[in-house]
Every structure is written in C-alpha cells, then in structure tokens.
C-alpha cells in the first residue's frame, strides 16, 4: 500500500501508517471516547443544522419577496457569510460563554446565512413563463407560493440546504476545538496535545468518512430524487 510504504520511508512521528492510525482509532474506541464523541457531536449538528434550515429558508424566501429587505437585509446576509465560521466563536463565547449555546450559535451562524442565500436564489430564478401560467390560472397569494413558486424552487432550495450542511460541519468541529466539548473536536485536539499524530489522522478520517456517508445516503438521495421528479434529469 502506498500509504504504508511512503510512512516507512519518511520514518517520522508526523506521518503515520494506515496501521498506526488503525491502533490509535481502535485504542480511543476501546475506551469509550469514540462513540461518546461522536454522538455528542451529531446531537450538535442535528440541533443546529435543523434551527439553521428553518431559519435559512424562511430568510430566503422573505429576502426573495420583499424587495426593500432584499436591497438592505440582503447585502448584510451577503457580506456576513463571507465571514470565517471560526470567527463566530470569540462573540459567541463572550455573549453566553464555555457553554453549549456557544456552540450552537456559531453552527447556526456558521450554516444558516449559505441556506438563505441559496434560497433566495432559488426562489428569485424560477421561471417566470411558470409564474405566468399559475396567475392565468388563477394562483395568487399564499397558494401561488406554497403551491407554485416553492415548489418550482424546491431543487435550489434542496441543494442550498446540502450546502448548509457543510458548512454547519466545519463550523461544528471549529467550535469543539477551541474548549473542553466533549465531541470528535476534543478528541482531535487531545491527540494534538499530546503529540499523538495518529489520533489526529484518525479522527480527520472518522470525520471524512462521516460527510462522505451523510453525503452519500441523505443528501445524494434526496438531490437524486428532486432532480428526477421535476424533469431536470432522467
């Protein structure tokens, strides 16, 4: 195996081998320490994802119809997503301190402005010969929205909330770095701490392959499915 082979060569504590890594995983699970880490950090995300959806969507959707939100609201969402989620932590820590609030916000912060942005996106792009059919047949109001222009968005909208998933994760493990949480980010930063590459390399590969199955067996179907369903691809 390449891996193992390019390990043995360098011959350094900073790049491990597949077995070494191996060991390290199987020792931190052993313990308890994995499984723990890794349903803490999931209730996290979940929590703050889904706060981060409802709310992004809802955003989006008013960003997209008011126009004076769109042309005020809509530049500060803009510029505020440009922001590093990292940088979230610092105002969340000061505003409700070492807590689980903390973390919450910045996954919050971290994800919700990308899911607004996308929906507002998707909403404003609709195809306006559609619009113009609902209001020929007499669609208006809330039933033009819920029944006509939601619906047409609805793979815009499916793809920003795949994306604010992403960007709730790396917020997450950004935030569990920087103190004492008790999720996969503790464990990573506990392996840096103590000098232990192979912690680190295997927790980086328990978090790959936790977004490559997220990726695969939720948000892969789903987009698949969308796609189908509204003609976009067979």
């Not at 020792?27 to 959806?53: D, F, I, P, W």
């Not at 000061?94 to 899911?115: K, W």
Request: hydrophobic letters at 55%; one cysteine or more.
């Amino acid at each position: 195996m390449g891996w193992a082979a390019a390990s043995r060569f360098a011959h350094n504590y900073l790049f491990p081998g597949p077995a070494e890594v191996i060991e390290a995983l199987a020792r931190v699970a052993r313990r308890g320490e994995l499984l723990r880490a890794l349903l803490k950090t999931t209730a996290r995300l979940l929590a703050g994802y889904s706060a981060s959806l409802v709310g992004g969507v809802a955003l989006g959707v008013t960003l997209a119809r008011v126009r004076t939100l769109r042309d005020t609201l809509g530049v500060l969402v803009l510029g505020l997503q440009a922001i590093p989620s990292v940088c979230w932590m610092p105002v969340a820590l000061l505003a409700f301190g070492l807590n689980e609030r903390a973390i919450f916000s910045v996954v919050v912060l971290g994800s919700m402005l990308s899911v607004s942005i996308a929906t507002e996106s998707a909403v404003r792009n609709v195809a306006p010969i559609i619009l113009r059919a609902a209001s020929t047949m007499g669609a208006k109001g809330a039933t033009l929205w819920l029944r006509v222009i939601l619906p047409a968005a609805m793979p815009g909208i499916v793809s920003g909330a795949r994306l604010g998933w992403t960007f709730a994760w790396r917020s997450l493990m950004a935030a569990e770095l920087l103190f004492v949480s008790g999720g996969l980010g503790q464990v990573l930063e506990q392996g840096r701490e103590l000098y232990d590459m192979a912690q680190v390399l295997g927790v980086v590969l328990v978090i790959v392959c936790f977004g490559l199955a997220s990726e695969q067996l939720l948000f892969g179907r789903i987009e698949d499915r969308m796609r189908r369903r509204w003609g976009i691809e067979r």
